[in-house]
């Protein structure tokens, strides 16, 4: 059996541990070797969000990191979002809206899951 | 023979991740190949000369691991910002032997020629 489609399952914020920074760059380094979704879940959607500003925090913007890699699907889990206030238009271009069973579909299908 | 990749991101102790890790691949390495991938917290997992009052030296499980012949690389980044320098060849003087330190390139190849993964 060969791994030809890898999710990233995202549930922490971005910036209060190195959790989502170490993710970006699992993704990253995949790309081209299988296919990559990165999934938000719970606290994970901030990490979609528009207009972060990290220099105060001296670490990089891992909404920046998202840019850069357009290779990867980013899937922001609908209800994760609303629960938290927060809206699909406040969210980086290259995000896309899942709800609960667009979500579990796209876990499902992948042929690897990874939590970070 | 079939393949089983584990990844680990906790440092020892912290949680019984690592533990688990070990039992699992223990297991495992009876039947099939078994590759770990230490990211984050968990290249401190190697490290030797650990010795905590109640639990297993994790270094030392893992060290037992390799030489039974698990593949056990680490990430480089992970490693570089907690102090650990590698040699060319991956090694280095503070893990025990058999354990690497090599590039986060290996986790998407490691993964890729799994059969199967557990994320931990």
Do not use: W
Not at chain 2, 100 to 108: E, G, V
């Amino acid at each position: 059996m060969t791994v030809g489609s890898i999710f990233y399952l995202l549930d922490s914020a971005p910036y209060g541990s190195e959790k989502a920074f170490g993710l970006l760059n699992a993704a990253a380094v995949s790309i081209g070797r299988m296919d990559v979704t990165v999934g938000l879940y719970g606290d994970g959607v901030y990490l979609a969000l528009k207009g972060q500003d990290s220099q105060l925090l001296a670490v990089p913007n891992l909404a920046d990191i998202l840019y850069a890699y357009g290779e990867m699907r980013v899937i922001a889990h609908e209800p994760s979002l609303l629960e938290r206030g927060l809206f699909f238009e406040g969210l980086v271009e290259m995000a896309e809206l899942a709800d609960e069973e667009a979500f579990l579909e796209a876990m499902v299908y992948a042929d690897c899951l990874i939590l970070l | 023979m079939k393949t089983l990749t584990i990844i680990l991101t906790d440092g020892p102790y912290i949680s019984e991740d690592a533990q688990i890790a070990y039992k699992v691949a223990r297991a495992a390495l009876k039947k099939y190949q078994v590759n770990i991938f230490l990211y984050l917290d968990a290249v401190y997992i190697p490290r030797m000369g650990q010795n905590p009052a109640f639990f297993a030296d994790e270094g030392g499980l893992f060290a037992d691991l390799a030489s039974e012949g698990a593949v056990i690389r680490a990430c480089s980044r992970c490693a570089a910002a907690r102090g650990y320098t590698a040699e060319e060849d991956g090694s280095t003087p503070d893990y025990h032997d058999g354990m690497k330190i090599t590039s986060l390139y290996d986790l998407p190849e490691m993964i890729a020629r799994s059969d199967r993964v557990i994320s931990l």
